[in-house]
């Protein structure tokens, strides 16, 4: 299994604006689903986005329309483009491909499906009111 590596967080106030990046080694990861969860105590792990070879994406609904998930494929890199960020978005992030399928992202987030795979150490998010 090929690890992923996020980076990119910090500490911001609300409203304020992060770039997360995620970067796998080599092309490994290059015809699958790409995704970006969080992780909180309290709340366990959540899908964020998820991004399709063809360019479809998807959101969860608390971040529809701040964050914004994209690629470099010439980079293979992911990033999570966060704006207008809220103390509830305060969460370890982390990125994984989907390997249970080619190229299409499962129906459902599926956050235990064992096909997530090539999780970091995740990078922080911190957002104060």
């Known amino acids: 299994q090929v690890h992923l590596v996020e980076s990119g967080g910090g500490s911001v106030e609300a409203g304020g604006s992060l770039r997360l990046s995620c970067v796998s080694a080599?092309?490994?990861?290059?015809?699958?689903?790409m995704g970006w969860f969080r992780e909180t105590p309290g709340k366990g792990r959540e899908g964020v986005a998820t991004?399709?070879?063809?360019?479809?994406?998807t959101y969860t609904e608390s971040v529809e329309g701040r964050f914004t998930i994209a690629e470099d494929d010439a980079k293979n890199t992911l990033y999570l483009l966060m704006n207008d960020l809220q103390p509830a978005d305060t969460a370890t992030y982390y990125c994984?491909?989907?390997?249970?399928?080619?190229?299409?992202?499962?129906?459902?987030?599926?956050?235990?499906?064992?096909?997530?795979?090539?999780w970091g150490q995740g990078t922080q998010v911190t957002v104060s009111s």
């Open positions: 991004l399709d070879k063809f360019g479809r994406t």
């Open positions: 994984a491909a989907y390997v249970g399928l080619r190229r299409i992202c499962p129906s459902q987030w599926q956050v235990d499906n064992a096909n997530w795979v090539g």
């Open positions: 080599g092309d490994r990861y290059s015809n699958h689903c």
